[in-house]
Structure formats: structure tokens, C-alpha cells
């Protein structure tokens, strides 16, 4: 069922919202619309028609909410005055461009601007910093920015449920409706710049995840890449969005998916597992998600400083006057430095707890030991930004009213907007750095502080510390937060354990000096080799990586609204043809014909797995024609398929994969002389039951000549898991028998050696060709892995045995997806019309099933 969230979103995108203008090009490329679209390669360029540059400037266009800029308005002149902001995430990861590389931003400014200014605004930006301005109006805003992205989008990402309504936003329709408008307005920017698909299109943040949506429809092969810098929460969490399915499906539609943590991505990928069906691999060492024919990578790497700007301002002459003034006013003190934004999700008021109950638990600390928490200003308002602000400063009093004393404040509160230089004097000098968050998406104050720790010339002429001193420094991490994988030799806390933060404080700080000094050089290390520009270097080269196929595929562009998704396929792979492949059959005379039954004749979804009368009146009609030869080839067993399909004498049925064959209804089954031994099976069978016991919903299916783990009912996570410790245990096992242990959709089956769908078709066309009938046409149908057998053997058999022509072959899958064959069938309502249409066409005359069966017996 559709939910009507996903309904409402139907109707507003119904209009011009996945529409946009056309855009002048110099180069070739594929539109996005629904239906076929017309294969252009690299090939193409070079068309009369097209003018096209020898080397075309790698252009890389970064998409954010906010634009890297100050924006200030003189108020004597009334003119604007913009600059780049140098501390801006989006404009140190330019560092890790090739320097010939095109940079353009597209994003917000921070301020508003009056719409008459607007065009000129705009102009003058792209001119001067090569920034794209997204002017939202101000309604828009504040129910895209302030409404669904920080009171409900943010929030959950941060396991913050909405269970009542004074805890939490609950869903809203129309706050859904302006973040999708604001993403088609961002989309609408980037389209005024990018003007080739050889463009890279780098997204950032969970404000614009299904801007992707929008970009792939109007370019199918732009190179297309998203981070989000926020947690990813568990499927549990993110399950309770009602929009759960529009978001998965529009951040599907990048090339790469990058996270802090594989924390962060694990959940990510168990999403798309449990609601979309889909299963990831790993590919010497990359993760990647198979999703219509295109493989979504998936980047784990947390995000890095710019060394050069935070050295810069330790060097900075007022960071040594601060530090100077720090250093006497904290004198014979050690100092502990928090720096954290106001907010709900940094666990200030924990922290504060922590540091109350190490001074209650050690009074000798008392007098010697400061708390310096620096609060910045808070990024979203609501009740529970001043909620946590208002226990903050109560906490801080009590603490400071119990145990200071003139002269004395245990914790000290800076509550403004600090310059960078004086931050970095606090941390220069505080001896411990404490980072308390309940949950964080990375969290770069701790890396920060270990780069001030290691000081510079200029800092340490100011502090009178020698160069050539040895460098030390504590960290105590919450383990909810992205930075805390990567700094192995940190203090890792729960940070709701306030007697366990409390202990962490005092290790910290009482930590001899040598053990200190190595955990500092294992940080500086790793913070020093990967900073932003190695992040942002290593996110364009996997980028580049996940995109290098794009031109090696025929697309298609399908769905509707945010449900919009590539089929990306083989250029030679097509849709097959009624009308073609009933021309093809009326020009031959000897016909072999393979069908798969389960998802091919018989729908999977289907309750009732018997064929309908529809079926078998189609395959009599195709029998009874003695230039047709009609096999059933299924994994089911042969008791099954011999009881549905006794009413078509002259059909032809391979069971449990071709093990059993039987070339129709009146002779007898023979078996697969290959596998006689089944000792297999008392090996096989107490290590499946042992899976299965243990795997709530699995069950094994034991079939004469195989055994098959079903997992499609249990938990998709735990049930995947479990299919690749069953596959591992039996092939260990079953190492010195005659058997193939594969996994499936869903299922690991056993099953001898020697035994495929493959054989079957290359069995029966070899008989054909010894009987004197080779055939001129071979088509087959089928919907799952090990019908590709038959796909690859009827082209091999075919050509390798010798003919005097080559037949006509038709290889055809059930579904739009990627496979060995050359034409695909959308379901199994066209496999039964297609098979109409060949009955229809069919010549009528009676064949003789008693001398077809003899004739084929004989061969056997």
C-alpha cells in the first residue's frame, strides 16, 4: 500500500517539479525521461555537429545549505560586502583538487537578501567567488531549514524520537513539502552551471538528500556524489520516518554514499536491506549496493582539519597574548577544555556532572582543577535548545557555590562567539580535552585540540617552552561520536556513566607524563596525514572510480516523483519483442524452447504455485506443433512438476535443476548418472538444522538430489549473516565431497557436482542435433541465477556444435536487470503473451508423441 505521505508527495510533484528548462550544451548526452533513451558514448563527441574542446577543465560543483562566505551590509553605503569564510568545511576541502579544477559552490547565504537585489547579488557572486546563490523565500526557509531539517530531520538522526508532542516534532506534510521544494530550487542552481555530464556534483549533508533525485533525472550519467556529516541511525530509528523510502531511494540515486564511520554506513546499508530488499557486497576492499544495474559505492572516512588554518591562527599575535593571559590567570591550575555547541546532543549538563562528582570524590583536586567550557552559539532554537541552556548555568552554579571559593571557580562558562585564535589558546594550554556528546556526527574539536598541543614556534616562543620539548596531551571521548574511532589512544566514555566520565577526568589528568606524550604522538600522527584535503582528495578519486562505467551502459530512466531510479543495462540488452520474435518463429522449422517455471510462467508472489489452465492450454499448443521442442526446466521436484503438468503430453520437464528429465508425459524419468552418491547429505543436513534451530523464520527444503537453506522469512540482517556462516561452514565441511554449495536469493543449497540448468539445455539441443534435427530457432526464459546457465549454454552449444547455420537464439530474463541475456520480459504476464503469440503462430498439426518419445529415448 502507498502511504499517504507518499501519495501527497505524488500530487505535488505531479506538476513541473521533476520538469526543468533545457540547458545549452557543447557536448552530447543522454536526457532523463521515462522510457527508452538513446545510448550516447564518448564516442559520440566527435559528431560534425558538435564542437567539442581537445581537454575540457575538470569542473567540480559543491552543493551545501550554506554558501562558505560572511555576508555584511555597509549601512552608511547600503551595499553589500561579502568575503570567503576560511574556517567553512566546503572551502579547506578545495585543497584536495587538482589545482586546474573548476570550483563552484551553490548554496544559501546566511543572510537575506531583498529579491530587487537578487539578480545583481547573484552576478556578482559568480564573478567574484564562484558561488551560486540559492535564494529560498523566507517561508520556504524557515520550513525547510528550521522546521523539517533541525526540529524533525536532525533530531532523529539523532535517535531523538517524537513519542509526545512536548518531547520532539512530530511529522509534518507540509514541512515535508518545503524540503523537497527547497531541493528542486537547488537543483534549479545547478543547472544554470553545469553544462556537461563529465561535471562532478559533490552533495553534502542530510539537508539536500533528494537533491540527487532531481539531478539524475535531468542528467543520467552525472557523476554524482553525497556525504552526509550527521549520524546515520539504526533501521529502528530511521524506520519511523514516514518518508522512509522516498529519501532511500533519491540518496540511491548517487554514485557514492559517504559516512564519518561504518557504524554510520552499516545502518545505512541495513536500511536498504530490510525496506528495499537490497544486499551489499564487498569488492576488494569497497563496499557496494547493486540497485537497478548501477553499483552505489559506499565511502567510509571521517572528514579531516586544515592544518595550515589552525597552525595559521596559533601564530596569530593575539593567540599569544591570549594564551599569555590564560597561562597567568589558570596559574598552578590544570585545566580541562570543553568546546560544544549549544545544544540537546552535546552533553554539556553530563560533562558538567562528571566534573562535580571527581571534585566530590578527590577534594585534594579542589583549588587545582578547572573546567573551561566554551559554549558557541546554538545552530536551532525550540524549548530544548533552552531547556539544556537553562540546566547548563544551573548546574554551573551549584557546582561552583559547593566547591569554590574566592579566587576559585571549579567551572568557568564562556558563552559568546569566540574568535578562532583565543579558542586556540585554550586548547593550547589545557592539559585535558573532554568531548561529551550523546551523540555526534563527527565531532572535529578533538583533533583540533591535539594540533594546539603540538604547538608552534611562534606559541612556544610566547609560552617559553622549548621546540624541541616533547608534546603531550589527554582526550576523553564520548563513544557516541564519529571522531572516536579514529583516536585509538583517547579515554572512551558512555557519557550517561557520570561516575565513569568522572574517573575517565581523573585518569586523564593524572596519566604519567611518558604515556601522554605517546598517545599524543599516535594522534598527531593520524590527524596530521589525514586532514581535509586527504579526505576530499580520497572522496573525487572513489568518485571518479564508481563513475568510470557510466558510458559502457544503455539507461533508462523509470518511476515517478521522488520514486525515480536508472535502470542501467548492457547496450545490447532490449526489451524482447512480440511481434519479432513471432516473425523469427514463423521462418524456422525446428524449434527448442526452454522455460524456467517459478517467476517466469507462474508469478513468485503468487499463493498458488500450480500452473493455470491459461499456462497449460499455451504449452499444448506449442507441444502439439512437432517442430517444437518444449522443456520445463525448474528447481522443483520432479513429484510436483509431473502432477501439475499432466495434462500436456508432449512437454518435456527438468526437476531439481536437470538431476531428473523427462522428455514427456508417457516415458519414464531418467536420472543424472553423474551424482550417485549422497553420503553428502548426513554431513550436511545436522549442520543446516543446526543454522536453522538458531535463524528464527529459516527453514530446508530437502529435495532427492539437493538440500536448500531457505532465510527469506528471518530477519534480513541476521538471516544474511547467517547464509554466509552456513556457505562457509559447508564448504569447509564438504571440501572432499562431490558437491557445489552456492547461495541464492535468499536461500544456500547443496547439491551435487555436474548438475545444472545449463546441462539440460546443452542435453537436449545435442540430442536434437544427433537425431538429425538441429535446431534453427532456441529461445529461453528465465527469472533467476541459475537460469543463466542456460542463457550462457544455449549460445555456446549453439555455435560450438557443428551446424550448417547458426540458429536463432533468444536468451531472455524476467525483469529489468542486468544478466547474460540479450532481452528481458518485465513479468510474467508477458512471458504468458509472448508465449500466445508463438502458440497463435504455431501450425497445428498433430505430432505423434509416442514416435517423438521413442525417437528421443533411442538418442538417450
Same mark, same amino acid.
Not at 583517547?490 to 568522572?502: T, Y
Not at 536461500?747 to 557436482?753: A, L, S
Given at each position: &500500500?502507498?502511504?499517504?505521505?507518499?501519495?501527497?508527495?505524488?500530487? !505535488?510533484?505531479?506538476?513541473?517539479?521533476?520538469?526543468?528548462?533545457?540547458?545549452?550544451?557543447?557536448?552530447?548526452?543522454?536526457?532523463?525521461?521515462?522510457?527508452?533513451i538513446?545510448?550516447?558514448?564518448?564516442g559520440?563527441?566527435?559528431?560534425?555537429?558538435?564542437?567539442?574542446?581537445?581537454?575540457?577543465?575538470?569542473?567540480?560543483?559543491?552543493?551545501?545549505?550554506?554558501?562558505?562566505?560572511?555576508?555584511?551590509?555597509?549601512?552608511e553605503?547600503g551595499?553589500?560586502?561579502f568575503?570567503?569564510?576560511?574556517?567553512?568545511?566546503?572551502?579547506?576541502? =578545495?585543497d584536495?583538487?587538482?589545482?586546474?579544477?573548476?570550483?563552484?559552490?551553490v548554496?544559501?547565504?546566511?543572510?537575506?537578501?531583498d529579491?530587487?537585489?537578487?539578480?545583481e547579488i547573484?552576478?556578482?557572486?559568480?564573478?567574484? !567567488?564562484?558561488c551560486?546563490?540559492?535564494?529560498?523565500?523566507?517561508?520556504?526557509?524557515k520550513?525547510?531549514?528550521?522546521?523539517?531539517?533541525k526540529?524533525?530531520?536532525?533530531?532523529?538522526?539523532?535517535?531523538?524520537?517524537?513519542?509526545?508532542?512536548?518531547?520532539?516534532?512530530?511529522?509534518?506534510? &507540509?514541512?515535508?513539502?518545503?524540503?523537497?521544494?527547497?531541493?528542486?530550487?537547488?537543483?534549479?542552481?545547478?543547472?544554470?552551471?553545469?553544462?556537461?555530464?563529465?561535471?562532478?556534483?559533490?552533495v553534502?549533508d542530510?539537508?539536500?538528500?533528494? #537533491?540527487?533525485?532531481?539531478?539524475?533525472?535531468? !542528467?543520467?550519467?552525472v557523476?554524482?556524489?553525497?556525504?552526509?556529516?550527521?549520524?546515520?541511525?539504526?533501521?529502528?530509528?530511521?524506520?519511523t520516518l514516514?518518508?522512509?523510502?522516498?529519501?532511500l531511494?533519491?540518496?540511491?540515486?548517487?554514485d557514492?554514499?559517504?559516512?564519518?564511520?561504518?557504524?554510520?554506513?552499516?545502518?545505512?546499508l541495513?536500511?536498504?536491506?530490510?525496506?528495499?530488499?537490497?544486499e551489499?557486497?564487498?569488492?576488494?576492499g569497497?563496499?557496494?549496493l547493486?540497485?537497478?544495474?548501477?553499483?552505489?559505492?559506499?565511502?567510509?572516512?571521517p572528514?579531516g582539519?586544515?592544518?595550515g588554518?589552525l597552525?595559521?591562527?596559533?601564530?596569530?599575535?593575539?593567540?599569544?597574548i =591570549?594564551?599569555?593571559?590564560?597561562?597567568?590567570?589558570?596559574k598552578?591550575?590544570?585545566?580541562?577544555?570543553?568546546?560544544?555547541?549549544?545544544?540537546?546532543?552535546?552533553g554539556?549538563?553530563?560533562?558538567?556532572?562528571? &566534573?562535580?562528582?571527581?571534585?566530590?570524590?578527590?577534594q585534594?583536586?579542589?583549588?587545582?582543577?578547572?573546567?573551561?567550557?566554551?559554549?558557541?552559539?546554538?545552530?536551532?532554537t525550540?524549548?530544548?535548545?533552552?531547556?539544556?541552556k537553562?540546566?547548563t548555568?544551573?548546574?554551573?552554579?551549584?557546582?561552583? @557555590?559547593?566547591?569554590?571559593?574566592p579566587?576559585?571557580?571549579?567551572?568557568?562558562?564562556?558563552?559568546? =562567539?569566540?574568535?578562532?585564535?583565543?579558542?586556540?589558546a585554550?586548547?593550547a594550554?589545557?592539559?585535558?580535552c573532554?568531548?561529551?556528546?550523546?551523540?555526534?556526527?563527527?565531532?572535529?574539536?578533538?583533533?583540533?585540540?591535539?594540533v594546539c598541543?603540538?604547538?608552534?614556534a611562534?606559541?612556544?616562543? @610566547?609560552?617559553?617552552?622549548?621546540?624541541?620539548s616533547p608534546?603531550a596531551s589527554?582526550?576523553?571521548?564520548?563513544?557516541?561520536?564519529?571522531?572516536?574511532?579514529?583516536?585509538?589512544g583517547?579515554?572512551?566514555?558512555?557519557?550517561?556513566?557520570?561516575?565513569?566520565?568522572?574517573d575517565?577526568?581523573?585518569? @586523564?589528568?593524572?596519566?604519567?607524563?611518558?604515556?601522554?606524550?605517546?598517545?599524543?604522538?599516535?594522534?598527531?600522527?593520524?590527524?596530521?596525514?589525514h586532514?581535509?584535503?586527504y *579526505?576530499?582528495?580520497?572522496?573525487l578519486?572513489?568518485l571518479?572510480?564508481?563513475c568510470?562505467?557510466?558510458?559502457s551502459?544503455?539507461? *533508462?530512466?523509470?518511476?515517478?516523483?521522488?520514486?525515480?531510479r536508472i535502470?542501467?543495462?548492457?547496450p545490447?540488452?532490449?526489451?524482447?519483442?512480440?511481434?519479432?520474435?513471432?516473425?523469427?518463429?514463423?521462418?524456422?522449422?525446428?524449434?527448442?524452447?526452454?522455460?524456467?517455471?517459478d517467476g517466469?510462467?507462474v508469478?513468485?508472489?503468487?499463493?498458488?504455485?500450480?500452473?493455470?489452465?491459461?499456462?497449460?492450454s499455451?504449452?499444448?499448443?506449442?507441444?502439439?506443433?512437432?517442430?517444437n521442442?518444449v522443456?520445463?526446466?525448474?528447481?522443483?521436484?520432479?513429484?510436483?512438476?509431473?502432477?501439475?503438468?499432466d495434462?500436456?503430453?508432449?512437454l518435456?520437464?527438468?526437476?531439481?535443476?536437470?538431476?531428473?528429465?523427462r522428455?514427456?508425459?508417457?516415458?519414464?524419468?531418467?536420472?543424472?548418472?553423474?551424482a550417485?552418491?549422497?553420503d *553428502?547429505?548426513?554431513?550436511?543436513?545436522?549442520?543446516?538444522?543446526?543454522?536453522?534451530?538458531?535463524?528464527d523464520?529459516?527453514y530446508?527444503?530437502?529435495?532427492e538430489?539437493? #538440500?536448500?537453506?531457505?532465510?527469506?522469512?528471518a530477519?534480513?540482517?541476521?538471516?544474511?549473516c547467517?547464509?554466509k556462516?552456513?556457505?562457509?561452514h559447508?564448504?569447509?565441511?564438504?571440501?572432499?565431497?562431490?558437491v557445489?554449495v552456492?547461495r541464492?536469493?535468499?536461500?544456500?543449497?547443496? =547439491?551435487?557436482?555436474?548438475?545444472t540448468k545449463?546441462?539440460?539445455?546443452?542435453?537436449?539441443?545435442?540430442?536434437?542435433?544427433?537425431?538429425?534435427?538441429?535446431?534453427?530457432?532456441?529461445?529461453?526464459?528465465?527469472?533467476?541465477?541459475?537460469?543463466?546457465? &542456460?542463457?550462457?549454454?544455449?549460445?555456446?552449444?549453439?555455435?560450438?556444435?557443428?551446424l550448417?547455420?547458426a540458429?536463432?537464439?533468444?536468451?531472455?530474463?524476467?525483469?529489468?536487470?542486468?544478466s547474460?541475456?540479450?532481452?528481458?520480459?518485465?513479468?510474467?504476464v508477458?512471458?504468458?503473451?509472448?508465449?500466445?503469440g508463438?502458440?497463435?503462430?504455431?501450425?497445428?498439426k498433430?505430432?505423434?508423441?509416442?514416435e517423438?518419445?521413442v525417437?528421443?529415448?533411442?538418442?538417450a
Open positions: &500500500m502507498v502511504s499517504r505521505s507518499y501519495m501527497s508527495l505524488l500530487e !505535488f510533484a505531479s506538476g513541473d517539479m521533476l520538469n526543468f528548462p533545457q540547458t545549452p550544451r557543447t557536448l552530447p548526452r543522454v536526457m532523463t525521461v521515462p522510457g527508452i538513446s545510448d550516447v558514448d564518448r559520440a563527441s566527435s559528431n560534425e555537429d558538435f564542437d567539442v574542446p581537445s581537454k575540457i577543465r575538470e569542473k567540480i560543483i559543491i552543493v551545501a545549505n550554506f554558501l562558505p562566505l560572511h555576508a555584511q551590509k555597509d549601512p553605503s551595499r553589500w560586502c568575503s570567503f569564510d576560511e574556517d567553512a568545511l566546503l572551502l579547506q576541502l =578545495k584536495g583538487f587538482s589545482s586546474d579544477s573548476d570550483v563552484v559552490y548554496g544559501s547565504l546566511k543572510v537575506d537578501i529579491a530587487r537585489e537578487q539578480e547573484s552576478q556578482r557572486l559568480l564573478e567574484e !567567488f564562484n551560486v546563490p540559492t535564494f529560498l523565500p523566507p517561508d520556504l526557509q520550513k525547510f531549514y528550521h522546521g523539517f531539517c526540529q524533525y530531520l536532525w533530531t532523529l538522526f539523532h535517535y531523538m524520537l517524537p513519542l509526545c508532542p512536548d518531547h520532539g516534532n512530530r511529522f509534518d506534510q &507540509m514541512l515535508w513539502h518545503a524540503y523537497v521544494s527547497a531541493n528542486k530550487i537547488f537543483a534549479d542552481k545547478v543547472m544554470e552551471v553545469i553544462n556537461t555530464e563529465d561535471h562532478y556534483v559533490w553534502h542530510y539537508h539536500l538528500m533528494v #537533491l540527487p533525485t532531481f539531478l539524475r533525472k535531468r !542528467f543520467n550519467r557523476k554524482l556524489g553525497f556525504f552526509l556529516h550527521s549520524p546515520f541511525p539504526s533501521s529502528e530509528i530511521y524506520r514516514p518518508v522512509r523510502d522516498e529519501i531511494k533519491a540518496l540511491l540515486n548517487a557514492l554514499i559517504g559516512f564519518h564511520t561504518f557504524d554510520y554506513a552499516r545502518h545505512f541495513s536500511c536498504c536491506s530490510r525496506m528495499l530488499g537490497l551489499y557486497k564487498s569488492k576488494r569497497h563496499i557496494g547493486e540497485y537497478f544495474g548501477r553499483t552505489i559505492y559506499i565511502k567510509i572516512l572528514v582539519i586544515h592544518m588554518r597552525e595559521s591562527a596559533l601564530n596569530h599575535p593575539s593567540s599569544s =591570549k594564551a599569555k593571559e590564560i597561562a597567568e590567570q589558570f598552578g591550575k590544570k585545566l580541562i577544555i570543553g568546546a560544544d555547541d549549544m545544544d540537546i546532543f552535546k554539556i549538563s553530563l560533562k558538567l556532572l562528571a &566534573m562535580e562528582q571527581l571534585l566530590l570524590q578527590n585534594e583536586l579542589r583549588g587545582k582543577l578547572v573546567l573551561v567550557q566554551i559554549i558557541n552559539p546554538a545552530r536551532s525550540g524549548k530544548d535548545v533552552q531547556e539544556a537553562r540546566e548555568y544551573m548546574t554551573t552554579r551549584r557546582i561552583n @557555590a559547593v566547591f569554590g571559593f579566587g576559585y571557580e571549579p567551572v568557568i562558562l564562556i558563552d559568546c =562567539k569566540m574568535p578562532t585564535y583565543e579558542k586556540t585554550y586548547y594550554l589545557a592539559e585535558c573532554i568531548v561529551n556528546a550523546v551523540r555526534d556526527g563527527m565531532n572535529l574539536v578533538p583533533y583540533k585540540y591535539i598541543r603540538q604547538g608552534t611562534k606559541m612556544d616562543e @610566547a609560552l617559553g617552552i622549548a621546540s624541541a608534546r589527554t582526550l576523553v571521548v564520548s563513544e557516541f561520536i564519529g571522531c572516536s574511532p579514529s583516536l585509538s583517547a579515554i572512551r566514555v558512555n557519557p550517561w556513566d557520570i561516575d565513569a566520565v568522572a575517565a577526568l581523573n585518569l @586523564a589528568i593524572t596519566m604519567p607524563d611518558l604515556e601522554k606524550q605517546l598517545r599524543h604522538e599516535k594522534h598527531f600522527r593520524y590527524i596530521s596525514s586532514d581535509v584535503a *579526505w576530499s582528495c580520497s572522496f578519486q572513489d571518479e572510480r564508481a568510470k562505467d557510466h558510458y551502459k544503455r539507461s *533508462w530512466g523509470i518511476g515517478f516523483g521522488l520514486s525515480f535502470l542501467s543495462l548492457s545490447s540488452f532490449r526489451k524482447l519483442s512480440v511481434d519479432h520474435i513471432v516473425s523469427a518463429y514463423k521462418r524456422t522449422k525446428r524449434r527448442a524452447i526452454f522455460l524456467d517455471y517466469t510462467v508469478s513468485q508472489a503468487s499463493i498458488i504455485k500450480t500452473p493455470t489452465p491459461e499456462v497449460i499455451v504449452l499444448n499448443n506449442l507441444c502439439n506443433n512437432p517442430e521442442t522443456f520445463i526446466v525448474s528447481g522443483r521436484g520432479k513429484n510436483s512438476l509431473g502432477e501439475w503438468f495434462q500436456c503430453e508432449n518435456g520437464i527438468a526437476a531439481e535443476h536437470g538431476y531428473f528429465i522428455w514427456s508425459r508417457t516415458s519414464k524419468w531418467e536420472t543424472n548418472p553423474i550417485t552418491d549422497f *553428502w547429505k548426513r554431513i550436511a543436513e545436522p549442520v543446516m538444522t543446526s543454522y536453522t534451530e538458531t535463524t523464520g529459516s530446508i527444503e530437502s529435495k538430489s539437493a #538440500l536448500v537453506w531457505h532465510h527469506q522469512d530477519d534480513p540482517d541476521f538471516g544474511s547467517q547464509a556462516e552456513l556457505l562457509d559447508l564448504e569447509n565441511v564438504l571440501a572432499n565431497e562431490p557445489v552456492k541464492g536469493q535468499h536461500i544456500v543449497e547443496v =547439491k551435487p557436482q555436474g548438475v545449463g546441462l539440460v539445455a546443452e542435453k537436449v539441443l545435442s540430442t536434437m542435433i544427433s537425431n538429425g534435427k538441429p535446431p534453427d530457432f532456441v529461445m529461453c526464459i528465465g527469472d533467476d541465477r541459475s537460469d543463466e546457465d &542456460m542463457f550462457e549454454s544455449i549460445s555456446t552449444t549453439s555455435y560450438s556444435l557443428c550448417p547455420a540458429p536463432e537464439i533468444f536468451a531472455c530474463t524476467v525483469g529489468q536487470k542486468p547474460k541475456a540479450r532481452y528481458y520480459l518485465d513479468d510474467t508477458d512471458v504468458v503473451i509472448l508465449l500466445q508463438l502458440a497463435t503462430a504455431s501450425n497445428t498433430p505430432r505423434c508423441s509416442s517423438t518419445q525417437s528421443f529415448q533411442n538418442s
